[in-house]
Each structure stands twice: as structure tokens, then as C-alpha cells.
């Protein structure tokens, strides 16, 4: 279990009101919640489309993977800063650099459906390789 699920069950105190504990003004209930969404929504990632996928961005690898993950793993993956080494570096940038190509052909439209002006979207869509 991650530290900080360790850290917010271990500091979910129930309030004392006559006996019972009302679980919306917990973090518990917040934790639970968030357990049960990964326990459904993960394995339904591996049931959708290449073209759902595609809309929610999402490539059939990281379907797999998350779909793997224990749903108390509320970590989306490793630090990315502190591994990998070179590959992985050099991965990461191309696919920067593809997401960003992809960002330079939408339309207004599609920008504003994702709530992106166009300004902020030709921004991103021009800099370099190896910027984050």
C-alpha cells in the first residue's frame, strides 16, 4: 500500500457524535470511494475500443498496465524524474514531440472541447523536443 493510503487511513478518526460516525466528513469514505472507481473502471479500460482509447488517450499498453494495478495502487506510476536513465528520457520526448504534433492539427472546435484556446494550443504545439 502506498504511504499515503497507509497515511490517511491511519488518520481517519471517526467524529464522536452519540455513537455513530458519519462517514461523508471522513477522509475514509474518500479513500473507499477511490478504491471501489479503480476496482470498476480499470478492467472496463481493456473493453473499449482503439478508437475510445484514442479519444481518451490512452494507448493499448497503459490499458494493460493500469488495468493490472491492485486498486489500493492509487499511484499512477514511478517518479519519472528520478528513473529511467537515457531510453526512457528519449521515449518521453518523442512522445512529447507526438502529442504536440497532434495538438498542432485540431481545429478550434475540438480545442475548445478540450478547454484549450488556440493561442495556448500553437504555444505548446511549438516547443521544442525536450521541453516540458
Known amino acids: 500500500m502506498s504511504d499515503l493510503t497507509i497515511t490517511r487511513l491511519q488518520s481517519a478518526q471517526p467524529a464522536r457524535h452519540y455513537g455513530t460516525y458519519p462517514l461523508s466528513s471522513t477522509p475514509l469514505r474518500s479513500t473507499l470511494r477511490q478504491f471501489l472507481r479503480a476496482y470498476l473502471t480499470r478492467p472496463a479500460l481493456l473493453e473499449l475500443t482503439p478508437h475510445q482509447r484514442a479519444d481518451i488517450g490512452v494507448s493499448l499498453h497503459a490499458a494493460v498496465t493500469e488495468?493490472?494495478?491492485?486498486?489500493?495502487?492509487?499511484?499512477?506510476?514511478?517518479?519519472?524524474?528520478?528513473?529511467?536513465?537515457?531510453?526512457?528520457?528519449?521515449?518521453?520526448?518523442?512522445?512529447?514531440?507526438?502529442?504536440?504534433?497532434?495538438?498542432?492539427?485540431l481545429d478550434a472546435r475540438e480545442l475548445s472541447d478540450i478547454g484549450v484556446s488556440p493561442s495556448e494550443a500553437q504555444a505548446e504545439a511549438t516547443k521544442s523536443l525536450w521541453r516540458v
Open 67 to 105: 488495468a493490472a494495478r491492485l486498486p489500493w495502487n492509487a499511484n499512477p506510476g514511478p517518479n519519472r524524474r528520478s528513473t529511467g536513465g537515457v531510453i526512457a528520457a528519449i521515449q518521453r520526448a518523442l512522445e512529447r514531440s507526438r502529442t504536440r504534433h497532434l495538438i498542432s492539427r
